[in-house]
């Protein structure tokens, strides 16, 4: 395999929780006295921090949002407890790479564990999950993905990031790394693959069992 590392993004690539994160931020901010639709949050914020996403928020809406990130997590814990589930087949996949995996994500390190806890599959990822709140910009910039490679150990040509997100696209684009498009998450609607290929995805897969053959098709290319 030309490719010595495969980064996941979590949120509708290991765990299908968009959907769930989406329900969370709208009952958060109607606390707030805010009022989105869940159209306008999966649209404009699928892929961004929590970080980001508040403080776009505070500026189109004129407002703050103090303790946001801990509200949050409370909705979406109870959430996660009752509604949860890994992305179909992800665990078997994770086992049957020959290459070394991790996360890179734009969660918090707590939310990341929270939700692969919640599926069984933090212990099988640690200690080689990165969040955006270690680097100083997060998606679409490419520095969670670069920080990730340099933690592992691999060049940025050597890697090749599994991402759902239009921004998580954009980052493996500009860290130089082969990205791959994820279709698969309950949030992803018609069309999005190609909007993935837009933004710059080498191939899309629609289930997580469509990814080792994908993987061999790119060794291929490259051998050609």
Request: glycine content about 8%.
């Amino acid at each position: 395999m030309r490719f010595d590392l495969v980064i996941f993004d979590c949120d509708g690539v290991l765990i299908d929780s968009e959907l769930l994160a989406l329900r969370a931020a709208v009952a958060c901010l109607a606390e707030y006295g805010v009022a989105i639709s869940d159209d306008e949050i999966l649209e404009r914020y699928t892929g961004i921090s929590t970080a980001g996403m508040v403080a776009d928020l505070e500026t189109r809406y004129g407002c703050t949002l103090p303790d946001f990130e801990i509200r949050e997590r409370r909705h979406l814990s109870a959430l996660f407890a009752a509604e949860l589930r890994a992305i179909e087949s992800v665990e078997r996949v994770l086992y049957s790479l020959s290459c070394r995996v991790c996360v890179g994500s734009s969660g918090t390190p707590e939310r990341l564990q929270l939700g692969l806890s919640c599926v069984g599959l933090y212990d099988r990822l640690w200690p080689h999950i990165y969040s955006a709140t270690m680097v100083a910009r997060g998606k679409p910039a490419p520095d969670l993905f670069l920080h990730a490679a340099r933690q592992m150990g691999v060049e940025p040509r050597r890697c090749v990031v599994i991402e759902d997100s239009l921004p998580g696209i954009a980052a493996a684009v500009a860290a130089e790394m082969t990205a791959i498009g994820f279709t698969g998450g309950t949030h992803c609607r018609p069309g999005h693959d190609s909007r993935l290929y837009a933004a710059g995805a080498t191939l899309v897969v629609g289930s997580m069992v469509q990814l080792p053959a994908a993987l061999m098709r790119l060794n291929q290319r490259a051998e050609s």
